[in-house]
């Protein structure tokens, strides 16, 4: 597994290193936002941990930037904060983090979180696996087959259009993220897209209704107001 360690204080970064090579992970570090962008790219790690406050690029744009590359490997992004920035931490998992550690945090802390993230990759299937499940959906990526579990016995195989289905798998990716209209967009037509940012919530809509027991109060696909949507399941 491969950690990319963004962090401006050498002995904060040098302590992450040493804790995760302990554990057999493979470190690499930069001290700003444009050296991560460009680890990034090069190696492709699976996990980033990421410091709020970076010199140049904060943690924040690293952030958005890396989430709207639409065609590499989505990394797990746990974003370091310090005490008092609460409101920050917030627009963080906004921008696409998936977790968030509070400084000063303990070696043991940081460890049991990096591998709850890599945990809930391997309940997925894996970043690299072709089939996204949660306990109702099943998407095969390969098939291009989405199914949905009525009960314990039966399910139902969903039809859907190649957006809404590129949107449901986006969900799925990651459940419980919030996800920005602009984050979505990026996902689903890359930089392409010229128009009302509000299309999305269109195409929300229609696929609340093929996958919501009652899409007038969704339980799957839920808005999170004034920033976007979420999947939970
Ligand atoms: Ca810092």
Not at 68 to 80: H, R, V
Not at 87 to 109: C, H, M, N, Q, W
Not at 151 to 158: H, N, R
Request: glycine content about 6%; aromatic content about 8%; proline content about 4%.
């Amino acid at each position: 597994m491969e950690v990319l360690i963004v962090e401006d204080e050498p002995e904060i970064a040098k302590l992450i290193r040493q804790t995760l090579e302990k554990e057999n992970f493979s470190c690499s570090t930069a001290a700003n936002g444009l050296k991560a962008l460009k680890i990034f790219q090069q190696q492709q790690p699976d996990v980033i941990i990421l410091d709020l406050m970076l010199p140049g690029l904060d943690g924040l744009e690293v952030c958005t930037r890396i989430r709207q590359q639409a065609y590499t490997k989505d990394p797990y992004i746990l974003m370091l904060t310090a005490r008092g920035e609460e409101i920050d931490r917030v627009i963080g998992l906004s921008t696409g983090a998936d977790d968030y550690l509070v400084k000063p945090f303990s070696p043991r802390e940081l460890v049991a979180r990096v591998r709850a993230l890599l945990r809930r990759s391997l309940r997925h299937g894996g970043q690299n696996s072709q089939v996204y499940q949660t306990k109702h959906f099943t998407l095969d990526l390969d098939q291009h087959t989405a199914t949905r579990q009525l009960d314990s016995k039966s399910s139902e195989t969903l039809d859907l259009t190649t957006l809404e289905f590129n949107l449901l798998a986006t969900f799925l990716s990651y459940p419980n993220r919030v996800w920005s209209r602009t984050q979505l967009i990026d996902k689903l037509w890359g930089n392409d897209f010229f128009g009302d940012e509000r299309v999305v919530d269109t195409h929300i809509r229609r696929l609340r209704k093929k996958i919501e027991p009652d899409a007038a109060n969704p339980t799957f696909i839920k808005t999170v107001v004034g920033v976007g949507y979420k999947f939970e399941d």
